[in-house]
């Protein structure tokens, strides 16, 4: 059985959530600001954790970077804000997925669903691609540029092995959505924009081998 950790101020939104989850099988834990979660993360078992931002004590992105320093467990945030810098700076954290509220407790249960599904999915292979300066590790989950290591979340990791595995092919939108972020992902595209972005940045003078295709998607090509 998965533990989950519902962290939020508001005691209405933790209790639907406590419903739905313990529904559909989960153990669920509480906390009731960022200070409190970041303690139970570092004592207890986690599977998974849904993080609201805005909390006393330590906000949501302090926790999550807390925690991450510790241990590598996916992470849903929450919050009202929708803004695409609360999103993209979110995901540099490296968090999941990300909900903006109000939120329907069985749409976010799906969610949770899929991440773990994900997170259990080893994708690695004993494999190494070489572009120049650029080193992708497949099996040890490393990404290097001339020498240097890049730091991604897990979905930067997943996103780009998976471009790589399928280099020089047009990749539609709703393709690399569906195989990175699964069939059952309910997040719209925007969330695809915001991993390129953040990629092209981390690889440097080799973003240009993601290329974007016009009406289509996204491609990596091999030789630029």
């Not at 059985?1 to 739905?20: G, N, P, T, W």
């Not at 004590?57 to 849903?76: M, Q, T, W």
């Not at 290097?144 to 990749?171: C, H, Q």
């Not at 309910?186 to 009406?215: E, N």
């Amino acid at each position: 059985m998965e533990r989950l950790l519902i962290a939020d101020d508001e005691e209405k939104i933790r209790a639907v959530i406590r419903k739905y989850a313990e529904f559909d099988g989960y153990e669920v834990v509480e906390a009731h600001d960022g200070m409190e979660a970041v303690e139970i993360c570092r004592r207890e078992k986690i599977d998974l954790i849904i993080l609201d931002i805005m909390m006393p004590e330590l906000d949501g992105f302090s926790a999550c970077r807390e925690i991450k320093r510790k241990k590598n467990i996916p992470v849903i945030m929450l919050s009202a804000r929708g803004e695409e810098y609360d999103k993209i700076h979110g995901f540099e954290l490296g968090i999941d997925d990300y909900v903006v509220k109000p939120f329907s407790p069985r749409e976010l249960m799906m969610r949770v669903k899929a991440v773990i599904s994900r997170n259990k999915t080893d994708i690695s292979k004993n494999e190494v691609f070489n572009a120049g300066g650029l080193t992708i590790d497949f099996s040890g989950r490393i990404v290097s540029v001339d020498g240097k290591r890049v730091n991604m979340t897990p979905k930067e990791y997943d996103l780009l092995f998976y471009m790589v595995r399928n280099k020089n092919i047009a990749l539609s939108r709703e393709k690399l959505i569906s195989e990175v972020w699964g069939y059952d992902y309910f997040g719209d595209d925007r969330t695809l924009d915001t991993h390129i972005k953040l990629l092209r940045s981390g690889l440097g003078d080799y973003r240009k081998h993601l290329v974007t295709v016009r009406g289509v998607g996204y491609r990596f090509e091999e030789k630029i």
